[in-house]
Structures are given as C-alpha cells and as structure tokens.
C-alpha cells in the first residue's frame, strides 16, 4: 500500500490516548488526518493531524463533519461516548447500564453516516476491550457493549464488503482514561496487571500499531485483534 497525501484518514475520539497516537502514526506516513472530537482539539499538536469538533451521538452533527470530508480511506472510531457502569447488575441503576451503550451507539452512527464518504477500498476499525470475552463481577455493562461491538463488526463485514471492518480490543492500557496521579496512578496499573502474561499495562502507540495493521491489511476483515499483554489467558 502506498503512503501518500492522496490518503485521508478520520479519526474520532482521537484528541488523546489511542485516538491521538493513532493519528500520529498516519500522519508519520504521509495520510491526511482529521480527528473529529467534542472538544475540537488534541491534547498535543501533531504536523498534519486538523482536530474538529463533532458529536458521534449527534447525527445532524456527524452528518455536516462527514459533508466535509469526502473520499476517505481510513475510518477509526475510538470515543468512548461517555460514562460507563460499574458495579453488581441488579444494583445498578438500569438508566446507567443503558448509558453505556453510547459507545455503541457512537459507533453505528459514525458508520452509518461516514461509510457512505468512503473509498470502496477504505477500511474501518473500531476499538473495543478485553473486557468483551472476560466477563469479570461488576464490569457487566462494559462487557456487554464490548461484546456487541465485536458483534456488529463481524456483521457489518458482510455488508461494507469491500470496504474492511475490524475491531482492535485493547487490555489495559494506560491513558488519562485513569485519573489517579502519581504513585497511586502507577499502584493501580501495576496490580491490575500484575498476572498478565506480561505484567505492566499496555502503552496507546502500542494499541495504535494494531489499528495501523488492520487498516493496511487488506486481507483482513470481521475479525477482533486483541492488543491485551496475554489478560485473556491468564
């Protein structure tokens, strides 16, 4: 595949974390990118990434960012579409476990809407979670939605066909997803991971590279890449 501006590649939910060093990976190989996020801007600027504001759960939003930008090639979506539900199922307050199908619900919509701006060549990825096939008490919502999104991936490759579709599914990796600082930040990763195969959370631009595989593979398509440091055999 060759590396050129003539590539354009949209990124949304990429102002930090994966989103952001994915973006930078496609930048550092000459495509055009346009990270759409609700804040508008990166968290670091990076040379020929543009940041935009648009809301994946707005439809009329997405629609006039998708105007914008027509002929894509390259479509990864990593916005988490807001809060999560945590706990045990039959205490959560059930308007939270909905909620957290936003992701979801971010996802369908940005297909829904962007595919039809892409090259019959494009490719899609879409970012989910070990937590999709290691159902663990108290991450029931999370699983849930990571599990429906691995779903809708390997459905919708049948009818993108031969547009490409794949989901990455990273372990913990980390980011300011976390919100814990200094040693605190360092003892919760550390723990969490402590029986991985390889014990240490995994790093964003190390997530970014898998996204960059399934984007450029093009005999790759319906099928979940797990970036998890071995969270799933443990």
């Known amino acids: 595949m060759s590396h050129s501006k003539s590539k354009k590649a949209i990124v949304l939910g990429g102002s930090s974390g994966i989103g952001l060093e994915t973006s930078r990976l496609l930048a550092k190989r000459g495509i055009e990118v346009v990270v759409g996020s609700r804040r508008g801007v990166l968290d670091e600027p990076i040379q020929g990434v543009q940041a935009e504001s648009v809301d994946v759960l ?16 390259f479509l990864v979506n990593s916005a988490t579409g807001g809060k999560r539900a945590v706990g045990p199922f039959l205490e959560m307050d059930i308007e939270g476990f909905r909620a ?105 631009e190390e997530v970014a590279r898998a996204i960059l595989f399934a984007l450029e593979n093009d005999f790759v398509t319906g099928t979940t890449i797990d970036v998890d440091g071995g969270a799933l055999i443990h």
């Open 58 to 73: 707005d439809r009329e939003s997405l629609q006039k960012f998708f105007d914008r930008h027509r002929q894509i090639d």
């Open 100 to 204: 957290s199908f936003a992701k979801l619900w971010g996802y369908t919509n940005s297909i829904h809407v962007g595919a039809r701006h892409m090259k019959s060549s494009g490719a899609i990825v879409l970012v989910s979670g070990y937590p999709a096939r290691r159902f663990k008490p108290g991450y029931i919502a999370i699983s849930t939605v990571g599990n429906a999104v691995e779903g809708f991936v390997r459905g919708m490759a049948h009818e993108l066909k031969p547009i490409r579709i794949n989901a990455v599914a990273p372990g913990l990796i980390d980011t300011p997803m976390f919100s814990q600082e200094g040693h605190d930040r360092e003892m919760f990763l550390s723990e969490s991971t402590k029986n991985h195969l390889i014990p240490r959370a995994g790093k964003p």
